[in-house]
């Protein structure tokens, strides 16, 4: 009898292992740069800290990432291989787009969370990943294709544009302003969406120049005129998901920096403790004449 407990427990527990391990599958993916080699990926997974294998791993190539990105960034940007790769696991609802990245140079994670939301990608955790320096402008196409499969579903294509637009837009005013202004820039443009589309051209263009002034950042026409662009096609997209998720990201930003906060508050206070004990330290030994 106790034998048959016993197989009849340990075969419930490989049954919940093979099904945990199924479930988690379907809920992440991996997809690489078509011309990585294989020592390679081998080291973007050591990024993404899983084993090959573990989950579902689709490829992307030059050709798909061009069909977002050709016109919106330079050549040079774009080049001729696809080498970023991306790591996509679902999270519980609510929780956010997290985004990590190792070996890109050109976007950062709030650029990504930024473009992700217009894109109509939630509560994901995202690892962008490149063995060697990279600009990383192509993964937003890995973790469109990565997203799609997870889900099933396919995001709207004028979304996917818009989303590789943000971008592109974002890492350009970055390249004025620097990538944290940049972002913050394109945060206060979302969460005035609802009332842009109220507004005139010229009265969008008197709004964008009073937050663009709020980061010393001045605007040729050239500039504006895309921003202007942007923000129109923005609008025809689903505003109140976007506007939502700016205020999830918004508040993930503050919590980061309470966090923030209360270490270099933390840090502060122990280097003042251990100056006032070197302090009396020294008075006691001029006590005894040392």
């Keep these: 009898m106790k034998r048959i407990v016993v197989f009849a427990t340990a075969l419930a527990l490989i049954l ?19 011309n990585l080699s294989d020592e390679q990926v081998a080291q973007v997974y050591g990024y993404f800290g899983i ?6 791993e689709l490829t992307v190539t030059n050709a798909e ?16 291989n696809s080498i970023s790769s991306v790591y996509v696991q679902m999270t519980e609802s609510g929780s956010g787009i997290n985004v990590t990245t190792h070996n890109i140079t050109w976007c950062t994670p709030e650029m990504y969370q930024n473009a992700l939301e217009t894109a109509g990608i939630s509560d994901a955790s ?15 196409t890995g973790i469109y294709k990565a997203y ?11 979304a996917k544009i818009v989303s590789t637009e943000e971008l592109t837009l974002t890492g350009e005013l970055a390249d004025l302003i620097g990538s944290e202004n940049a972002a913050a820039v394109i945060r206060e443009l979302k969460e005035i969406l609802d ?53 999830q990201i918004q508040e993930t930003v503050s919590k980061v920096s309470r966090a923030k906060d209360k270490v270099v508050n933390f840090v502060t206070k122990v280097h ?5 004990l070197s302090g009396y330290v020294k008075t006691i030994k001029s006590w005894f004449g040392k």
């Excluded at 990432?65 to 001729?80: H, K, N």
Aim: proline share 2%.
């Design 148 to 158: 799609e499969h997870i889900t099933g579903d396919e995001l709207d294509a004028d």
């Design 51 to 56: 084993e090959r294998g573990s989950v579902p």
């Design 126 to 140: 995202i690892v962008v990943a490149a063995p060697f320096a990279v600009s990383g402008t192509a993964a937003l």
């Design 195 to 247: 009332e842009t589309g109220k507004m005139s051209d010229e009265e969008l263009k008197a709004a964008v120049k009073q937050i663009a002034a709020e980061y010393d950042l001045v605007l040729t026409d050239s500039e504006m005129n895309r921003i202007i662009r942007w923000c129109r096609r923005l609008e025809n997209l689903n505003m109140d998901s976007i506007v939502e998720q700016v205020g």
């Design 272 to 276: 003042n403790f251990f100056v006032t």
């Design 16 to 34: 919940s292992l093979i099904i945990s391990a199924y479930a988690d599958g379907n809920e992440s993916c991996a997809v690489i740069g078509a």
């Design 65 to 80: 990432e061009r069909q977002y990105l050709e016109g919106l960034v330079s050549e040079a940007v774009i080049g001729r």
